[in-house]
């Protein structure tokens, strides 16, 4: 079994990396409203894969953009990544525990860090999966044998915790892996399992359930809930291993559904829009978009192979969506129609994320990292690095799964232990 020591090192990407303006623990501050270029979720301020950042670089120089900080030593796993208002959060394995580690994002020191639970062992990589949620101060990290932490920002103290499986559900084969939602007073999560209700809301000050969705069965898998709001109606919708779901978000009762012949491991997010809700699947499944009526019934509008996304995560940038589909590489889809406007073969499989109107593309093998212009024209490179160092830590089968963040005029990367950090500002 791989091991993650608890010693590491932060390295200094230049010789000024100290002007990156480091934030001593005493001196951070915590302010309820983020800023607008905070990433404090899985899949960013809406969970679309989209920052609303401007004045970052639409093109890279020749191998890449500057590397301001590596630190080496921040647990094995793939945690994703959140920053707000100067702190990074991850999560991680060390030994035989996850742990939910707070960072300087100017520096890449080790501010804190927060014990989740036992170790979760698999072939493809031990250690936590899903990336912390940042609000109000508070911090929510989901491990991956489903213990749910509620810590304080500023100091890592925890204030609440809970366990998925309290609620009916079973580790799944690869963990658990979403990231939890945080709305308004709840924190929701996806449980699964044949007891009870597939998705529970948790009081967000204490834990305690608020309510779970007797109405909608199904086994949990590894996407995340959204927030849809259909004919302007807030509800919450989640894809499950069978279906997908559209919640009240006040009681949990299942207000829609719509089959789904999920495969192996159902794992991309879906993306609200309007009345219309798209979804993918890799595993020769595809992908599907349904639209809502004001009476919750549901109309299919296109269910096609075009994607085949199987967790790379599919982002839409104006009328056109972004992703790698299972067997023609990277493709831009007509997001109205569902067809396919161009595929590309330039870039072995991974995932994405758009910030500064630019497509950020990695690689789950060589962890080349590409930046792409969004056109429906085709595909249209502005420059490309490969990651470095990179982790000796890695199982046999795993990959370079992390997702890129882009906050702050920074580009965070992670591999394994190895967390990296980038100026792509103009």
């Known amino acids: ?39 404090a979720q899985w899949r960013g301020p809406n969970r679309e894969g989209r920052s609303t950042e401007s004045g970052l670089m639409q093109a890279w120089p020749e191998g890449g953009p500057a590397q301001l900080w590596t630190n080496t030593a921040t647990g094995l796993g793939y ?14 394995a060390f030994e ?11 520096s890449g020191k080790e501010q804190w860090r927060a014990e989740l639970g036992t170790l979760f062992v698999n072939n493809w990589g031990d250690g936590p999966r899903s990336t912390p949620t940042v609000v109000d101060g508070r911090v929510f990290a989901l491990g991956a044998q489903g213990n749910l932490v509620c810590v304080d920002q500023n100091s890592g103290s925890e204030i609440w915790r809970a366990n998925l499986t309290d609620f009916g559900g079973s580790v799944p084969t690869w963990g658990y892996s979403e990231s939890p ?19 529970v809301a948790l009081d967000k000050s204490t834990g305690k359930l608020a309510w779970q969705s007797d109405s909608c069965q199904g086994t949990a898998h590894y996407s995340s809930v959204i927030v849809a709001h259909p004919h302007g109606k807030k509800q919450y919708v989640q894809l499950l291993m069978e279906r997908l779901v559209g919640l009240d978000p006040s009681t949990g009762q299942q207000l829609w559904s719509v089959d789904w012949p999920g495969r192996v491991a159902v794992i991309p997010t879906p993306i609200a829009d309007g009345n219309r809700v798209y979804i993918s699947s890799g595993y020769g499944v595809g992908c599907m978009m349904v639209e809502i009526a004001a009476d919750n019934s549901v109309t299919e509008v296109y269910r096609n192979k075009v994607m085949k996304n199987h967790h790379g995560g599919v982002i839409k940038v104006g009328d056109h969506l972004y992703g790698y589909s299972d067997g023609p590489g990277w493709t831009c889809q007509d997001f109205a129609s569902g067809e396919s406007l161009w595929e590309e ?36 490179e502005r420059g490309r690095f490969v990651l470095s160092p990179q982790s000796e830590q890695r199982k046999r089968d795993g990959r370079i799964w992390t997702h890129p963040v882009v906050s702050g005029g920074k580009l965070y990367l992670k591999d394994q232990e190895i967390l990296y950090c980038y100026d792509v500002a103009e």
Not at 16 to 37: E, I, K, P, Q, R
Not at 181 to 198: F, I, K, M, W
Request: charged residues 15%.
């Open 79 to 92: 945690g994703g990544i959140a920053v707000v208002q100067g702190q990074l959060f991850t999560v991680g």
């Open 181 to 199: 939602l945080v709305d308004e007073n709840y924190v929701v999560v996806t449980p699964g399992g044949p007891n009870g209700g597939a998705i």
């Open 1 to 39: 079994m791989n091991r993650c020591s608890l010693l590491g090192r932060i390295v200094p990407a230049t010789q000024n990396w100290l002007a990156c303006g480091a934030l001593a623990l005493s001196s951070v501050s915590v302010t309820l409203t983020a800023a607008a270029d905070d990433w």
């Open 345 to 380: 073969g330039a870039l072995g499989k991974g995932c994405l994320t758009f910030a500064g109107g630019r497509l950020i593309m990695q690689s789950e093998d060589r962890g080349e990292i590409v930046l792409v212009e969004p056109s429906d024209a085709g595909w249209r």
């Open 96 to 106: 035989d525990q996850e742990f939910l580690l707070a960072l300087d994002a100017n």
